[in-house]
Structure formats: structure tokens, C-alpha cells
């Protein structure tokens, strides 16, 4: 079974704003939390969700060295890191 | 009955994801690329692995396998939970991806579609279907992610389309037509072809017949008269020829949800929450699709292996959730004693349109449509049973819902909150 761990806790975001081919796209650069930063080398997917009425876009990232769940909250604007997978690799937080 | 090959140019192009869910999530999480991967329903030990990885069906993990199995055969596999919003996601992508070639574009399941080009593509795409087949895999890999792969198969009819997409797996692409049909049919067994399992391969083996190519060339008397004993011979006569015989709609004629308890000696209280909940999911369906049903059936499933179920119909019809419970538990409550039930069901039949646009005479009928119209809104504002049974609020976070195969009736609903 994988090593993941369940947070739930909002964290800070830096983020790169931009147009693909007409396209908005959004890429989760840095990852503040609990005092450590975590660089994003690539996006796995993202994928909008609802809750209710609230739009929540979903984030699948990896540092390379570990998956993270960030979910992006479009109506309060706020980041939340939701999960580490393969959390042994990931820096301790 | 006899029928030439169909030699009309081939214009049924069939799209399969390969591995869809375990391949999604690899595309998701990049750390589990190139390792054995196993999707399964809930995660626990007895779970049922309902997508693998290549490379865990390479070390021997199969569909319909434990959890447990898979692991002491892969014991480096992975194993995920199922998260539908991101299948939901990749299926809209897919389906965006096949409408803007045709309009003409069936769903048959989550990860597989047909797109019919038959009479669109001298004005919209006059392009070769092998040209436009590699466009789509690679508009799936830039629009999706790097890992999605997908099988195409293109044919004359939906039947020999699948079948050629079938062929190379992963990321394959085949054409069969009349051309290369013989010779396509030869390198296949019986048991290879789509529709074709053990039971069937039995009643053609009891005729004599025990290649692709045997069957292609027996009679559509033969195939009536002596193996099907059916119209299904003379639909196997044509369709192995790539004469459409599968294009048809089906119309929902039941609605329905079943749960295997999570234990098989939980209190009368709980088996009944867990009910309340299912005619709640069941009720939202019934609505979703405009309908309202006059009939219900309610089984249950014992430890024992035994099998117990009990149906009514009515004379008035119903579809609110309240309605729902009250005359499942009538029914639920004639079943035998013993409380190690295993797992319930219920579902409504006798379906027929809504009638919401006639206002009743009768008060209390107009009442319950606007409550159940309320406590809908509601729902669809703040997310899914926000406003419930009290008696199936504690089942609420245990019963949860899981990906639907076959259909994709229900997915935009089943992922809407």
C-alpha cells in the first residue's frame, strides 16, 4: 500500500497565470507550508470540480519526488494542500 | 439469408481508452508512472480491482481480481481509490474530442465511444479516418496529459470498428474491412472476438465450428437454426460481414441502487439507514431522468449465499425520496428473518414520464412535489444530501458513490456535487 497522507490545511501559493493557445491556464509553481517550500516540476492533471455551487479546481502536482493534491477555491480564492502521495519522498513538513 | 462482405469504404471509427482509470490516474500522479497500478472501489483488502495498469497486468493482476490477490502477485502494486470528478473530467475531454469530428458520437461506456462518420465526412472531414485516428490520439495526449493513450479501430459496422481497436493494445490503430478481413479473422481465436466467451464458444464448438474464420463462412441458417437458436445467428451472420446490426437505442426501464454492507451483522437500524440512503440515491436518478415509476423491488443477499427479493407494483406512481423509502421498507419488511444480511438493493420499475407539468387537484399530492422540488434545490446549491433522512444521515459518509460501468446515463449526475 502507498505512503499518503491526508491534510486538509490551507497552504500558500505561488502561481503562473498564462495563455495557452487561447487557453487560461493556471500552474501551481511554489508551494509554501508549515515554514518549507516545495517546488511543482509538473502538473499531473487538472480537473474542475463542484461543491454545491462553489467551482474548486483540483490540482494533481508532483515535486518529482512526491504527488500533492492542491485544490484551488474559485469563489474564496484560496489554496489547500489536500494530500501528500508517496509522502516518505517528501520533505518533512 | 445470404450477404455479401460489405465493401462500402470503412466510416465507424471506435475509441477505447487503454486501462482507463489506472491510466488516468498515472496521468494524474506522475510518481506512479511506469509502476503496477490497481484502481478498486473502496480500499480494503477484499475490494475488487476494477482497472489495472499495463504494467500490473503484465505481473499477472487482472480485472474482477481482490485487492489481496493482486497484491501477493505485484507486491509493489499500487492501490488506489476510484475518483470519479477526474474520470468525469477526462470522459468530458474525450467526448469534446470525438463531437468536433462528427456529430454523429455514441458513448457506450466511461472510456469507450463510437463516432459515425457515415454521410458527414465528404463536408466535414474528407480526410483519411487513419489521418484523423492519429489526430485524436495526440489531441488526447495535448489536451489531457502526456500519458493518456488510446486504442482506435476503424471499420464498416461498430462490431469489426471495436474489434479492430482491440487488436494492439495499448495505443493501437487498425483498419478492417472487407480487404484484410479473412486475413484479420485468422490470427484470432473464437473466444477473441466481442461477444463471444466460454458458453458461446461452446455452442459453435458443438456445431463444428471452432475458428473466426469457421464462423464466417457457416450459414445464417446455421448460425439460427443449430448454434443461437435465435435472431442473434442472423445478427452474427451480418455483422461478421460489416453489415450494422448494433445501432439501436435502449430506453431506461429500471432505476436502481445496490450496496454491499460493510458488515454482515450491523442492527436492523443500520440495514434500514442504509436502505433510506439507497432510495434517496434512487429517487435523485428517477427525477434526473424525468420519470416517475409505478412499481418497486427491494432484494437482499445473506451470508449464507442465500438470495431473497419481493416486488409490488402500485396503482399510483411516485418518485420522491420519501415515497421511495415508504414503500420499499413495505416490501423490505416481508423478508425472512435473520440479521446477517450481506447486501441490499432496491429498484423502481414500471417507469413512466413525469408528470410535474400537471398541477393535481388534490392538495397533498401538489405538496409533496413542491417539497421534494425544494429539498432538490437545495441539494443542487449547497452539494448532494445536504438536506436528508435523518434516518440515513450515518450512512451518508459510508455509502459512497462509486463509478457506474457500462452506462454513462448517470455520470454527469453522479459527479455534478
Known amino acids: ?93 | 439469408m445470404h450477404l455479401p462482405f460489405n465493401r462500402a469504404q470503412p466510416e465507424i471509427m471506435h475509441i477505447d481508452l487503454n486501462s482507463c482509470f489506472a491510466t488516468v490516474e498515472q496521468q494524474a500522479r506522475p510518481m506512479l508512472r511506469n509502476r503496477p497500478v490497481g484502481v478498486t472501489n473502496r480500499k480494503s483488502a477484499f475490494s475488487c480491482i476494477i482497472a489495472a495498469s499495463y504494467e500490473a497486468k503484465a505481473l499477472g493482476v487482472r480485472v474482477g481480481m481482490r485487492a489481496d490477490e493482486a497484491l501477493k502477485l505485484a507486491p509493489g502494486i499500487v492501490i488506489v481509490e476510484t475518483d470519479p470528478p477526474k474520470y468525469h473530467y477526462v470522459y468530458q475531454k474525450l467526448v469534446a474530442i470525438m463531437r468536433s469530428y462528427s456529430p454523429e458520437v455514441t458513448m457506450k461506456s466511461i472510456d469507450e465511444g463510437i463516432i459515425d462518420f457515415n454521410g458527414t465526412r465528404q463536408y466535414l472531414n474528407a480526410r483519411p479516418l487513419r489521418d484523423i485516428g492519429m489526430e485524436i490520439k495526440q489531441r488526447l495526449k495535448d489536451e489531457v496529459g502526456c500519458w493518456m493513450k488510446c486504442n482506435i479501430g476503424i471499420g464498416p459496422n461498430r462490431f469489426l470498428a471495436k474489434q479492430a481497436a482491440s487488436l494492439h493494445k495499448p495505443d493501437g490503430l487498425d483498419i478492417i474491412d472487407y480487404s484484410n478481413l479473412r486475413s484479420t479473422l485468422a490470427t484470432l481465436s473464437l473466444t477473441d472476438l466481442t461477444g463471444i466467451a466460454e458458453r458461446n464458444q461452446a455452442r459453435l464448438n458443438a456445431v463444428g465450428i471452432y475458428t473466426p474464420l469457421q464462423f464466417l463462412d457457416a450459414s445464417s441458417e446455421t448460425l439460427h437454426r443449430l448454434v443461437f437458436h435465435s435472431i442473434c445467428g442472423d445478427d452474427w451472420y451480418q455483422k461478421l460481414r460489416g453489415w450494422e446490426v448494433d445501432k439501436h437505442e435502449s430506453q431506461t426501464r429500471s432505476v436502481g441502487r445496490q450496496y454491499v454492507l460493510e458488515d454482515s451483522h450491523l442492527s436492523l437500524e443500520a440495514v434500514n439507514s442504509r436502505l433510506a440512503y439507497l432510495c434517496e440515491t434512487t429517487g435523485v436518478k428517477l427525477r434526473y431522468k424525468n420519470l416517475c415509476a409505478r412499481g418497486i423491488m427491494v432484494y437482499a443477499r445473506y451470508d449464507s449465499g442465500d438470495y431473497w427479493y419481493n416486488r409490488k407494483m402500485f396503482k399510483t406512481t411516485f418518485y420522491s425520496n420519501a415515497e421511495i423509502y415508504r414503500r420499499a421498507i413495505l416490501v423490505f419488511n416481508r423478508r425472512p428473518g435473520g440479521n446477517d444480511v450481506r447486501e441490499i438493493g432496491v429498484t423502481c420499475y414500471g417507469l413512466e414520464p413525469s408528470k410535474e407539468n400537471q398541477v393535481s387537484l388534490l392538495d397533498e399530492v401538489n405538496k409533496e412535489r413542491w417539497l421534494s422540488d425544494a429539498i432538490d434545490s437545495i441539494n443542487q446549491q449547497y452539494g448532494e444530501f445536504t438536506l436528508t433522512f435523518a434516518s440515513s444521515f450515518t450512512s451518508r459518509s459510508i455509502v459512497k458513490q462509486k463509478i457506474p460501468f457500462g452506462g454513462t446515463q448517470y455520470f454527469d449526475l453522479l459527479c455534478s456535487s
Open chain 1, 1 to 93: 500500500m502507498e505512503d499518503v497522507i491526508t491534510l486538509n490545511e490551507d497552504v500558500t501559493i505561488v502561481a503562473y497565470y498564462f495563455k495557452d493557445k487561447d487557453q487560461p491556464k493556471c500552474f501551481p509553481k511554489r508551494m509554501e507550508y508549515n515554514g518549507k517550500q516545495v517546488i511543482f516540476t509538473e502538473t499531473g492533471l487538472r480537473h474542475p470540480t463542484r461543491k454545491g455551487q462553489r467551482m474548486v479546481h483540483v490540482f494533481d502536482m508532483t515535486d518529482g519526488n512526491a504527488d500533492y493534491r492542491l485544490e484551488f477555491d474559485a469563489m474564496s480564492l484560496a489554496w489547500k494542500l489536500v494530500y501528500i502521495a508517496d509522502a516518505s519522498y517528501a520533505p518533512t513538513f
